[in-house]
């Protein structure tokens, strides 16, 4: 009798612990047939002339499919990479490994479903399964406290609910072991140029780097609390403390689960402190996002087409123009807007802020600024970079603001930045590489 096997398709879940997938593959599953593609559709450029996948974020990306490779080598696997249609490699590694089935994490956005629907109908022509998996939320669905279709639209309640009614589940295990079978042509790592995109240049400005990877995303966990901690006791609940986790980019792309995150702020008892229930909220919003997707679909960040609005999305180009390249003339927005062209990064306070002030002050189209975010982000997430966009327009059925902090006056922000008015004589603004308009 033949060995089964099983091809785990990678794709926002780029790691080894808490992987349910891999973890199933592996028990059912004789050997195990690890796949990575890189899809040019998430390369290319829009309409706008913007790309969809900005060159830091596509760094960022290729040094964790890279690290996923290295630490599935460690337990004796090897990742398959590939450069293409997943709805045409992925059968063809199909057929030519003898797989008996396919695995994957479910998406919610309607570009990730849309592939999706593409592979499983080329799988089922083979008369092969490609099984469905829920690994990107921190609640699970089957234990909300109710389905899909009643999902309260306003987040307080979401809160509420899910809090006093749900349980988090605990971490999956980690394999001590992954058997593949004997891989003619595992593939080589594709070049940014192969791709389509250049090198980033990294400005001597920024105070963030991150490096791509799950073997760094445990090292951030980690580094987290060893940095808080101290501040927790020292400054107290109500301290300036600085408590931003920076864990996003790999949350994103699934580096780390939320669940590892969620766990972990326990594991360092700091679910009472500042840090530690911020960064549970911060959770808790990435969930309420990817719930409103799949309740929703794409009407959750529909635009009204009322007259007015008509009016608005098409109104202010140039304003829209002036707000990316980070010219405004309002010395906050530009320092936020500066940060990202020349990092791939902004903190979520600046996000909220320069999204209102596009909405709401330049009266400008917000699925410009969603694009825009889109390409630029370097921890891009479908559900929550749109949920977020539609939240501060309001096109949504959600009440309240989500930050206070968006609707400030401009006076009372901060505008102290290593951003601010040194702009004008950085040479990259000429070539217009960071800049990106």
């Known amino acids: 009798m033949s060995d089964r096997t099983i091809l785990v398709w990678f794709r926002n879940d780029l790691r080894i612990h808490d992987n349910e997938i891999l973890l199933e593959a592996v028990r059912k599953a004789d050997k195990v047939l690890p796949v990575y593609c890189f899809d040019p559709y998430y390369f290319q450029q829009t309409a706008s002339g ?6 830091f974020r596509a760094r960022f990306l290729l040094e964790a499919v890279a690290d996923l490779r290295k630490n599935l080598q460690a337990y004796g696997a090897e990742l398959i990479i590939r450069i293409g249609n997943p709805s045409e490699i992925i059968p063809q590694l199909a057929a030519q490994y003898q797989v008996n089935e396919v695995y994957h994490h479910r998406e919610v956005a309607h ?9 499983e109908a080329a799988l089922w022509k083979m008369r092969l399964n490609l099984k469905h998996f829920i690994g990107h939320t921190l609640y699970h669905k089957e234990d909300l406290p109710f389905p899909i279709k009643d999902i309260p639209d306003s987040f307080a309640v979401f809160k509420k609910k ?9 971490c999956v295990p980690t394999p001590g072991h992954i058997y593949t079978p004997e891989i003619t042509e595992a593939g080589e790592l594709p070049t940014l140029q192969q791709l389509g995109l250049t090198e980033p240049v990294d400005d001597m400005r920024a105070v963030n780097y991150f490096q791509g990877g799950e073997t760094a995303a445990l090292i951030q966990l980690k580094e987290y ?3 808080i901690a101290p501040a927790v006791k020292s400054k107290g609940r109500n301290g300036n403390i600085n408590n931003s986790s920076k864990l996003s980019p790999w949350i994103a792309i699934g580096c780390i689960s939320l669940r590892q995150v969620y766990w972990e702020i326990f594991k360092q008892n700091q679910e009472g402190n500042a840090p530690g229930a911020m960064l549970k909220l911060e959770l808790l919003w990435r969930d309420y996002f990817r719930f409103m ?11 009204q087409k009322t007259e007015e609005e008509g009016i608005v999305s098409t ?3 140039e304003g829209f123009l002036k707000w990316a390249a980070g010219k405004t003339g309002v010395p906050y927005i530009d320092a936020c807007m500066h940060e990202l062209n020349a990092t791939g990064y902004i903190c979520n306070q600046c996000r909220q802020i320069v999204a209102s ?19 630029k982000l370097i ?3 479908p559900a929550s970079n749109w949920g977020n966009w539609a939240f501060v327009a309001g096109v949504n059925d959600a009440k309240e603001s989500k930050y206070a902090i968006a609707s400030m006056p401009q006076k009372d922000l901060e505008a102290k930045s290593d951003f601010v008015n040194t702009w004008q004589s950085s040479p990259k603004d000429e070539a217009g590489d960071l800049v990106g308009v």
């Open 225 to 227: 609390f060893l940095k």
């Open 357 to 375: 002030y596009l909405v709401h002050d330049l009266k400008a189209d917000w699925t410009k600024g969603a694009a825009y975010f889109e390409e």
């Open 293 to 303: 997707f799949k309740k929703h679909g794409q009407k959750f960040i529909k635009t």
């Open 111 to 119: 570009e990730e479903t849309t592939i999706s629907e593409e592979v």
């Open 50 to 55: 913007n790309f969809k996948t900005g060159s």
């Open 162 to 170: 899910v809090e006093r009614d749900s349980d988090v589940r605990p």
């Open 379 to 381: 921890d891009y997430s």
């Open 315 to 317: 109104a202010n180009e």
